[in-house]
């Protein structure tokens, strides 16, 4: 079966603009993650979807926004991006959520200049 | 917050030895996972441990927990050099609303 895709691979922003990424998960897949991993902080955790709602959301400012559709997929959103939003985003779906075990995206890596 | 931490950072051996990781947390646990990443992309998930079990298999890896260290280890027996990569231990909180917290990662690199 197919696994978790993310599209954009890579993207370059300007400070200050915004940014859409998007996730589809694995097919039946309710629970969606997202997680940012940087050299410095490590994978931290953004927010988790599951059928359309929005059950958890981690310690990042309200620029980052998620949301996801009926089918599953799911976007976040970062507006007015900073340098430090430089990141490798990574998408990961689970069955029903973390007790299942989840499977990663490839991500997308955003640079911010 | 890091909940994990991984120990040692990182780790150099040659094809055909064993490789043992280990990750200790501070609060309390549902389940422990461990996770691989090679060069920046995505994590491959291993194996999960739930806090009422004491080890587990899985091909070549075992993992084992033990809840009143608050640690975990992961061994990968008769490495490979395509093992070499990143490994992560993370940790859950329970419920199917939780995320998971991650360790900073072990680095292995196998020699062939």
């Known amino acids: 079966k197919a696994g978790v895709t993310q599209t954009p691979r890579y993207l370059i922003k300007t400070r200050g603009q915004q940014v859409t990424l998007s996730c589809s998960p694995i097919?039946?897949?309710?629970?969606v993650s997202w997680y940012q991993q940087t050299p410095g902080q490590g994978l931290q955790f953004l927010f988790e979807?599951?059928?359309?709602?929005?059950?958890n959301k981690g310690n990042f400012p309200g620029r980052f926004s998620g949301r996801q559709f009926s089918n599953s997929r799911s976007e976040m959103n970062v507006s007015t991006l900073e340098l430090g939003d430089s990141a490798l985003y990574l998408c990961?779906?689970?069955?029903?959520?973390?007790?299942?075990?989840?499977?990663f995206g490839s991500g997308t890596r955003l640079t911010v200049v | 917050s890091q909940q994990g931490e991984e120990d040692p950072q990182a780790l150099s051996i040659q094809e055909g030895e064993n490789a043992t990781m280990n990750c200790s947390y501070k609060t309390s646990i549902n389940n422990l996972q461990w996770y691989r990443q090679n060069s920046g992309r995505g994590l491959v998930h291993l194996i999960l441990?739930?806090?009422?079990?004491r080890e587990k298999h899985s091909g070549r890896l075992r993992v084992t927990l033990d809840t009143s260290k608050k640690s975990s280890s992961l061994l990968i027996t008769a490495s490979r050099a395509a093992d070499t990569a990143s490994y992560f231990c993370?940790?859950?909180?329970?419920?199917?609303?939780?995320?998971?917290?991650f360790g900073k990662g072990t680095k292995l690199s196998v020699k062939p």
């Open positions: 979807y599951f059928s359309e709602t929005q059950r």
């Open positions: 097919s039946g897949h309710r629970s």
């Open positions: 993370a940790t859950g909180s329970g419920g199917s609303q939780g995320n998971l917290i």
């Open positions: 441990i739930r806090s009422n079990e």
């Open positions: 990961a779906s689970s069955l029903y959520g973390e007790e299942y075990g989840y499977t």
